[in-house]
């Protein structure tokens, strides 16, 4: 059916907010219906456009609906600049037949939808997929077996090993993946059953996170219609059941352009970016940008940028447009609020040392050794030239790294914050990612200030340190948390899908006695951070059943304490209680600037409850265990270090 005067409007208006070019034409929306190969049949959109010149098929496929923001963004946008659009709604959600299966099911159903297509009179020989999150996965999907009309692909913030994502810090990715099945399981309610749901949401959900065992838990919740999440928490160890959750075998496959597009706070960040290396590597004409942006704030705050390069870039390689891009990567450097192009991922950069001490300081080496061993992966130890080594630092000077504009500044928020519990229950993004403001989603939580720089030594307004320890002050010692599962060390922002997302003001955090913190001297000149930083922990447990949890956080001259890395390791129950244990731990890629005048903290604690599953201290599967026992993690600061991997010169 063509579209209505009102709808053009619609259309018209949302280009202009988009800042992308006005329609060529116009355009028809019809259902159609695609059988599968076990006669299963899935329902879809067609956005036909009303042109003599069509510019070939854009397939999406979704788990979401057909209605808005997808037909929106996506198929009315795309059919309006001349393209056929297909929205379809993958097995078992919004009408298509059969039973969901997340992502199990989609390599098939996938492969069928192409087929069909090929028998359609419009179809000119000329594929692109587009989507992000599940919509990315349905593509990876494909490209395990590319066919051979696909031309291009765009995902955004798409995973190509789910597996990964739940189970690939050895602890469950609760708080995401229960608020994603209590979401699949609720999103086709009736309009008022929908508004309850997702009232008592919060409340429904905390009861879910804090019981045991997890899936019982979970129960009054799912109410049976997420039996996909037993199962994921049935089988915590890697194996043949989960091959179906993997489509890795696409980044070896494909051969066609693909543009990726991630924020440096989304869940699936180090995916994204493994995924561009891969496909770098191999030669395939591959694009990046990765923004400011949480998971959801990609199609909020980011709308408009990642609209006008995907519309750029099928114009490009669908249609013979003009090259879409002036560098194949378009990352943002947080700390400093700037967008850089650059050539490829990661820019040149050299390892910077620094060292743990038992007062809570964190200081440079004195000497500089050789560390080609602990550069993160993605970047080839050709790289480290002499002529990107930072400057030799003293044990005295926290940062005597890479020159820079020591004025540069970091956006900040004028309001300091409240450290709120993590909000489980939200699945959409909330007042912490404000559309305005800080480009960055820097947003802060009032949080007991001075009671927080007085734990570390601090005069309350961010007055500095006491000095690091000189050359003759002893370099070991230990420091000692204790972990208690039954009052776990919550979770605050950092890469998570829902609740407390993104970049946080961490004081409050900070001032628990589960979290302990190492903090450098204000930074004499700006340093930039290009990659994964690593820390090489030693580290004992007096129970062989725990976890650590890693965070770096810019500190400014105010005292708020911002994260812009973390991971979460569960430690191998295998090593005696008591034992120390050297850990290599790779954080978050990042690509993020500490300004003159602010101090990098590290901080380390025994988890982030709900984001990870707390670690029980006890055996048992999550799908099984119900006891409790606190741990004590002992830190042998000598044995630790530090890594990060800097900048020396600006050459973006």
């Known amino acids: 059916m063509p579209i209505s ?91 298509s037949g059969g039973a969901f299966q997340p992502m199990a099911q989609e390599t098939e159903d996938g492969q069928d939808t192409v087929a069909w297509l090929r028998e359609q009179s419009w179809f000119d020989g000329r594929l692109a997929t587009l989507g992000g999150s599940y919509l990315g996965w349905t593509q990876w999907t494909l490209m395990q077996d590319p066919p051979p009309e696909l031309r291009t692909a765009v995902v955004y913030v798409g995973p190509h090993d789910f597996r990964r994502a739940v189970f690939g810090t050895g602890a469950f990715t609760l708080g995401d993946f229960l608020a994603w ?57 890697d194996g043949p059941w989960w091959d179906a959750y993997r489509a890795t075998a696409a980044l070896t496959r494909v051969e066609v352009p693909v543009l990726l597009v991630s924020g440096w706070q989304d869940l ?50 669908m249609a013979d447009g003009p090259p879409a891009r002036k560098a194949p990567v378009h990352v943002y450097r947080t700390g400093e609020g700037r967008w850089h192009e650059l050539a490829s991922w990661p820019p040149a950069a050299a390892p910077a040392e620094f060292r743990l001490h038992a007062d809570r300081t964190l200081t440079t080496a004195t000497t ?34 890479a020159p820079h504009d020591a004025a540069s500044t970091q956006p900040t928020s004028a309001n300091p914050a409240q450290l709120a519990p993590h909000d489980a229950g939200s699945t959409q993004l909330g007042a912490e990612a404000p559309l305005g403001g800080d480009p960055s989603g820097m947003s802060t939580t009032a949080a007991d200030a001075q009671s927080a720089e007085m734990a570390h030594g601090e005069a309350p307004g961010g007055a500095d340190l006491p000095a690091a320890p000189g050359p003759s002050a002893a370099a070991g010692g230990t420091v000692s948390f204790r972990y208690d599962p039954s009052d776990p060390t919550p979770g605050l922002g950092g890469r998570t899908l829902n609740g407390s997302t993104g970049i946080k003001d961490n004081r409050g955090l900070e001032t628990r006695p589960d979290v302990v913190t190492f903090t450098t001297d204000p930074l004499p000149t700006a340093v ?57 731990l790779a954080l978050d890629p990042c690509f993020h600037r500490l300004p003159a005048g602010h101090r990098l903290r590290l901080q380390v ?25 606190p741990s004590v993690h002992t830190i042998h600061c000598a044995g630790s270090r530090l890594i990060l991997p800097v900048a020396a010169t600006d050459r973006e």
């Open 5 to 95: 005067i009102r709808q053009r409007l619609v259309d018209a208006g949302l280009s202009r907010l988009l800042k992308t070019s006005g329609a060529l034409n116009g355009y028809a929306v019809e259902q159609v219906r695609t059988p599968m190969r076990d006669g299963v049949v899935l329902l879809g959109d067609h956005f036909a456009p009303e042109t003599g010149a069509p510019r070939g098929t854009v397939l999406i496929r979704t788990p979401y609906g057909r209605g808005f923001p997808t037909s929106a963004l996506n198929g009315r946008l795309f059919a309006a600049r001349g393209y056929h659009v297909v929205i379809q709604s993958v097995r078992g959600t919004f009408g």
């Open 181 to 237: 099945s209590d979401q699949i399981a609720h999103q086709e309610d009736g309009s008022l059953r929908r508004v309850l749901s997702m009232a008592s949401s919060r409340r429904r959900l905390r009861e879910a996170l804090g019981g045991l065992p997890l899936p019982d838990a979970a129960e009054p919740v799912l109410q049976g219609r997420a039996p996909w999440y037993r199962e994921w928490l049935a089988h915590p160890d």
């Open 268 to 317: 699936f960040l180090e995916q994204s970016l493994e995924q561009y290396e891969v496909l770098r590597d191999r030669g395939v004409d591959v694009a990046l940008t990765v923004g400011p942006w949480t998971h959801f704030q990609v199609s909020l705050q980011g709308a408009a940028m990642v609209s006008r390069e995907s519309v750029a870039w099928l114009d490009q390689h």
């Open 368 to 401: 500089q050794p050789a560390m080609a061993h602990a550069v993160p992966a993605q970047r080839s130890p050709a790289e480290l030239t002499p002529a990107t080594a930072p400057a030799q630092p003293t044990s005295t000077n926290p940062a005597l790294l």
């Open 528 to 584: 930039d951070v290009i990659g994964s930083p690593t820390l090489e922990l030693a580290v004992a447990v007096d129970e062989p059943h725990a976890d650590v949890f890693i965070r770096l956080c810019d500190v400014d001259e105010r005292g708020r304490s911002r994260n812009f890395s973390d991971m979460h390791q569960r430690l191998d129950p295998a090593v005696p209680a008591g034992e120390v244990q050297r850990l290599s």
């Open 605 to 629: 604690s025994g988890g982030a409850f709900p984001r990870f599953a707390r670690n029980l201290g006890a055996p048992g599967t999550p799908a099984e265990g119900r006891t409790l026992r």
